[in-house]
């Protein structure tokens, strides 16, 4: 079976551009989750995604946004990117809404 | 306040021994989840193991283990006959049922195998 893929792996970017980072969970896996991950605040949950609806959401600007489709693929969106936003952002697939998580290997987004 | 605290930056284990991994937590919810993931430096976090605050019995996978005392709060991980395979970071987490059900990590803690 796949594991979780994300793409793209590695995007650098400038200040003010936006960004769509996408990702693919394990087949029959209904919910997404979305973290940010740096070296000073560590792991921060974005938002969930279980079945095309939003569960639950983290403590970030409206700058993130993300949705999830029919295929329960889910997309992050962040605009007007800040320096700030460089991180390593991870997606998380689970079967249902409170099962262990599986892990994509992430995407590592530069803002500079 | 914290919810999830790993006092434990980093340790450093001889290939072999065996490793405790200390995590805390702190909740009002009696319904909760206590993970543990593995990050190697390629980045992926790994799941490991899962205790569940209504569980009886201490949750075992393979190697891990996870020593759970729930009067003090403690979600401790351990790895038996740790290899060099094992040098990664190590998250634990909790997820509130009740609250939000979201996954918070703690900080996590750096463990290097000494061969």
């Known amino acids: 079976k796949a594991g979780v893929t994300q793409t793209p792996r590695y995007l650098i970017k400038t200040r003010g551009q936006q960004v769509t980072l996408s990702c693919s969970p394990i087949?029959?896996?209904?919910?997404v989750s979305w973290y940010q991950q740096t070296p000073g605040q560590g792991l921060q949950f974005l938002f969930e995604?279980?079945?095309?609806?939003?569960?639950n959401k983290g403590n970030f600007p409206g700058r993130f946004s993300g949705r999830q489709f029919s295929n329960s693929r889910s997309e992050m969106n962040v605009s007007t990117l800040e320096l700030g936003d460089s991180a390593l952002y991870l997606c998380?697939?689970?079967?249902?809404?409170?099962?262990?998580?599986?892990f994509g290997p992430g995407t590592r987004l530069t803002v500079l | 306040a914290q919810k999830i605290t790993q006092t434990q930056p980093g340790m450093f284990v001889q290939e072999k021994e065996a490793v405790t991994l200390d995590c805390t937590y702190d909740?009002?919810?009696?319904?909760?989840?206590l993970f543990w993931y593995k990050q190697p430096s390629s980045g992926e976090m790994i799941f490991l193991i899962y205790?569940?605050?209504?569980?009886?019995q201490n949750a075992t996978e393979g190697r891990y283990s996870l020593n759970f005392q729930k009067a003090r709060k403690s979600a401790n991980l351990v790895i038996s006959a740790s290899q060099l395979g094992d040098s990664a970071m190590y998250f634990c987490?909790?997820?509130?049922?009740?609250?939000?059900?979201?996954?918070?990590f703690g900080k996590g803690t750096r463990l290097h195998i000494l061969p």
């Open positions: 995604y279980f079945s095309e609806t939003q569960r």
């Open positions: 987490a909790m997820r509130e049922v009740n609250r939000d059900d979201k996954i918070i």
């Open positions: 909740t009002s919810d009696p319904s909760y989840g």
């Open positions: 205790q569940g605050s209504y569980d009886q």
């Open positions: 087949s029959g896996h209904r919910s």
């Open positions: 998380a697939s689970s079967f249902g809404k409170r099962d262990e998580q599986f």
